[in-house]
């Protein structure tokens, strides 16, 4: 089995996550805490390593949502699996994603998370589909900008595998 091309180093995502953890550290410095909010599967992993990169002190919490049919996700339509467990309210919320597509999650989860009346709410993305968007969603700090390809590892599955590779990775054509 051939593992898939890098897009993505290791060594250079790790030197991401610092960079990223340092900025929102120093965003959020004059808060007393924050509650990351990690969306279920794909952001564990970017969860995990900036969770451990920030000095605000913070909590953890995930949500889990499902997009309905990958192959038609222009109807946009996103179901929520799991809400928070923990009581966000009057918290500072920054919601960690793996990926932005086309948006439509995330601008569901922006709308669920604003129901549970938060103090403020931001977004992290490791990656970025620039060129997918079909919904205008603010993203405030992002990893990487990437094309159109379709990518796993470091959280990201193409039929759940590959997840656990420790870098961003090409799926090939006839793969899966
Ligand atoms: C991915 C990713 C985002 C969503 C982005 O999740 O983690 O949540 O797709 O796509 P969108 O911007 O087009 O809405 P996926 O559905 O693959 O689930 P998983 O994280 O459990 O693998």
Excluded at 85 to 106: A, K, Q, S
Aim: net charge negative; aromatic share 6%; hydrophobic share 40%.
């Amino acid at each position: 089995m051939t593992l898939p091309p890098v897009l993505i180093s290791e060594a250079d995502i790790d030197a991401r996550v610092q960079e990223l953890g340092a900025e929102i550290s120093a965003d959020y410095a004059d808060k007393d805490s924050i509650v990351l909010v990690g969306v279920l599967k794909g952001a564990f992993i970017f969860l995990a390593d900036l969770s451990r990169r920030l000095t605000v002190p913070r909590t953890i919490e995930f949500i889990a949502v499902s997009s309905y049919g990958k192959g038609s996700r222009s109807t946009g339509a996103v179901r929520l699996d799991l809400d928070v467990r923990g009581n966000i309210e009057n918290r500072h919320v920054l919601i960690v994603e793996d990926i932005v597509d086309t948006g439509h999650t995330l601008n569901y989860l922006i709308g669920i998370l604003k129901s549970h009346r938060p103090a403020s709410i931001r977004t992290a993305t490791l990656l970025h589909k620039t060129e997918a968007a079909e919904v205008d969603v603010h993203i405030d700090y992002v990893g990487f900008g990437i094309g159109s390809e379709w990518v796993v590892g470091y959280g990201l599955d193409f039929a759940e595998r590959d997840r656990t590779l420790p870098y961003i990775g090409i799926v090939q054509p006839g793969d899966g």
